[in-house]
């Protein structure tokens, strides 16, 4: 179990769909993390929340729209994604502008047809 | 941003030490390394971090050079479980950026 909770676990979409992918965290943490990991690569950061503001964006795609509702809460917002953005999205959340380690779920597999 | 390279895979007998190295020639002063594990359809699982100093948790230790261009994460006395892949991580600056490495692919046989 991790203190980082990511729904659904797996989710299959297809090109056309709207889907969200999910995460909450109740530590505190007011700095939340998406990256994406292909299979047998390393997770690649995607954009970082600080304080509910998006405070990095990779240079992601449109097609992929981070939201932070409040504090404890991010979403993954996903529409007309293609193969290739089949994945493990993973979320993560740490303390801003301190040295603690990030805090990671255990992932969303995603699945685009 | 400060980079990692790490050897893509090791092997260690169960109870043996496995020593993982890492080296970051690039780091910053101000620069932390990070080391977490990742086994097979799990979240990373952060195992312990450090500046300059050696660390020591109930998980592993830490050794960073002097000049703070290498590190290697110890496993003590490894078990099959500790089977994973392996990430050096830096964070970038005073940023909220982690970038991971390419990972070792720890092996632990019986």
């Known amino acids: 179990d991790t203190e980082v909770t990511q729904t659904p676990k797996h989710l299959v979409m297809g090109m056309t769909n709207k889907k969200s992918l999910k995460c909450e965290q109740h530590m505190g943490h007011r700095a939340m993390y998406w990256y994406k990991q292909k299979a047998k690569k390393p997770p690649e950061l995607m954009f970082v929340?600080?304080?509910?503001?998006?405070?990095i964006n990779e240079s992601v795609p449109s097609r992929f729209s981070p939201e932070c509702p409040n504090s404890s809460l991010l979403n993954l917002h996903l529409h007309a994604l293609q193969p290739e953005d089949s994945a493990l999205y993973l979320c993560?959340?740490?303390?801003?502008?301190?040295?603690?380690?990030?805090?990671f779920g255990n992932g969303t597999r995603l699945t685009v047809t | 941003d400060a980079k990692t390279t790490q050897p893509p895979s090791m092997d260690c007998a169960e109870g043996r030490a496995a020593n993982l190295p890492c080296n970051h020639s690039t780091i910053s002063g101000n620069e932390y390394v990070y080391w977490y594990r990742q086994i097979h359809s799990q979240g990373p699982q952060y195992i312990i971090h450090g500046l300059k100093n050696n660390e020591t948790n109930e998980m592993a230790s830490l050794i960073i050079t002097e000049d703070r261009k290498s590190s290697t994460l110890i496993l003590p006395h490894a078990t099959l479980r500790d089977t994973a892949v392996y990430y050096c991580?830096?964070?970038?600056?005073?940023?909220?950026?982690?970038?991971f490495g390419t990972g070792t692919r720890l092996q632990v046989f019986p």
């Open positions: 929340y600080s304080y509910e503001k998006l405070s």
């Open positions: 993560a959340s740490t303390t801003t502008g301190g040295l603690s380690p990030l805090h």
């Open positions: 991580i830096v964070r970038v600056g005073n940023t909220d950026k982690l970038i």
